[in-house]
């Protein structure tokens, strides 16, 4: 399976971004996609996930009420919009994909794409 994740860049606070990330290989093996973000100094967080079948989603708690992770099955992709951006968002973020029980733990992901940087500054 391979993961390219896409859409970062350089927002002010309160501003809005959408990433995308386009699955591609042998997606039968999925269960789970999840976005993950990494700040400086800063340990890998959870941010999203979405049930590959079911379309069940979760999200962490900083971000609730402003991210919104959706899927078009028949591109393969997984979005995640990001609306009233924050400082504290600022980082790299990462589409992951795992065959596993849907998990928050990065350690459970298999795949990983190459990561999109977020800034949010003024």
């Known amino acids: 399976v391979r993961l390219v994740d896409s859409g970062g860049g350089l927002v002010q606070p309160g501003g809005s971004l959408r990433l995308s990330c386009t699955a591609s290989?042998?997606?039968?093996?999925?269960?789970?996609m999840g976005w993950f973000r990494q700040a400086p100094g800063k340990e890998r967080e959870f941010v999203a996930a979405?049930?590959?079948?079911?379309?069940?989603?979760d999200y962490g708690n900083p971000v609730k009420g402003r991210f919104t992770v959706s899927r078009d099955n028949a591109k393969n992709t997984v979005f995640l919009q990001m609306n009233n951006l924050k400082p504290e968002d600022t980082a790299v973020y990462y589409c992951?994909?795992?065959?596993?029980?849907?998990?928050?733990?990065?350690?459970?992901?298999?795949?990983w794409g190459q990561g999109t940087q977020v800034t949010v500054s003024s």
């Open positions: 992951a994909a795992t065959g596993r029980p849907y998990s928050r733990d990065y350690s459970t992901y298999d795949y």
């Open positions: 290989g042998d997606i039968s093996t999925i269960n789970d």
């Open positions: 979405s049930t590959w079948i079911g379309g069940g989603t």
